[in-house]
């Protein structure tokens, strides 16, 4: 089973992100190797972090959304063209964002492996949709793709970032804007001053959802920290048993 899940790992990508590059230019080619590479050595590494021998039925539909998202690599970095074909693949590749939490859920075989991937496959596609958008918007936009790799970087200095967080539908649904407005952007569907102002409203809705969490977190820090109440328990009143020499006759 082991072996099997290691071979389907390498082979996969290889094929896909091969078939892709084989009508891009060289640079993109690289691009595919380099992230097909990285995608086997840190999933195995997250594996072995986890105690888990192989995939499971959710973490192979996580699997195939990251397998797309590296031949969007591969189109953006041989230019992003054709635009509509780089816009169509993302689109999938957050339509299946989902899937996996519902599988995962059915079949009994959700894990903290299975969502720190997942995670990290809608955080990388966000940053290459930011480093697409940019060519056109500007700079500015990385902020978008960068932010939560900032919080991770933060949290190394400050470990209460890494506190859990409590469920939001409001963070929920900002970070699904994101990916959205970018992928709409990147199709060009829009003229450019209503491309401006969607990207900087999601930008704005996002600074917003990471700042609430932040001051929540710096809240739960000082509460956890606060000295409780002192209570003085009264004093126990001890018998102490009568000497031999006063026991009465």
């Known amino acids: 089973m082991i072996k099997q899940d290691l071979l ?10 091969a078939a ?9 080619w690289a691009t595919g190797a380099v992230y097909g590479v990285a995608l086997l050595l840190l999933t195995g590494w997250g594996l072995r972090r986890s105690d888990r021998p192989a995939f499971g039925p959710a973490d192979w539909i996580t699997f195939a959304r990251a397998v797309l998202v590296g031949v969007a690599a591969e189109l953006i970095a041989d230019g992003g063209r054709p ?10 590749a957050l339509a299946m964002d989902g899937f996996d939490g519902k599988v995962a859920r059915r079949t009994g075989t959700a894990s903290e492996f299975g969502a720190r991937f997942d995670m990290e496959v809608d955080a990388f596609l966000i940053l290459l949709l930011c480093v697409q958008v940019a060519q056109g918007l500007g700079l500015w936009v990385l902020t978008i793709g960068l932010m939560r790799y900032a919080f991770v970087a ?4 400050l470990p209460w970032l890494t506190a859990p ?3 939001s539908m409001a963070r929920k649904t900002v970070a699904a804007v994101q990916g959205v407005v970018l992928v709409v952007v990147v199709s060009g569907l829009l003229p450019s001053w209503l491309e401006l102002a969607a990207v900087g409203a999601a930008l704005a809705s996002l600074v917003w959802s990471f700042g609430r969490d932040v001051v929540w977190l710096a809240r739960q820090r000082v509460v956890e920290r606060r000295p409780g109440r002192i209570v003085e328990l009264p004093r126990a009143v001890v018998r102490r048993p009568p000497l031999p020499g ?3 006759a």
């Open 165 to 167: 967080l409590y469920p």
């Open 246 to 248: 006063n026991q009465a």
């Open 8 to 17: 389907l790992r390498s082979v996969v990508p290889a094929w896909v992100l």
């Open 83 to 92: 635009v509509l074909w780089l816009a169509g693949l993302v689109a999938v």
């Open 154 to 157: 933060a949290s190394w200095v």
């Open 20 to 28: 892709g590059a084989a009508f891009l230019s060289p640079i993109a």
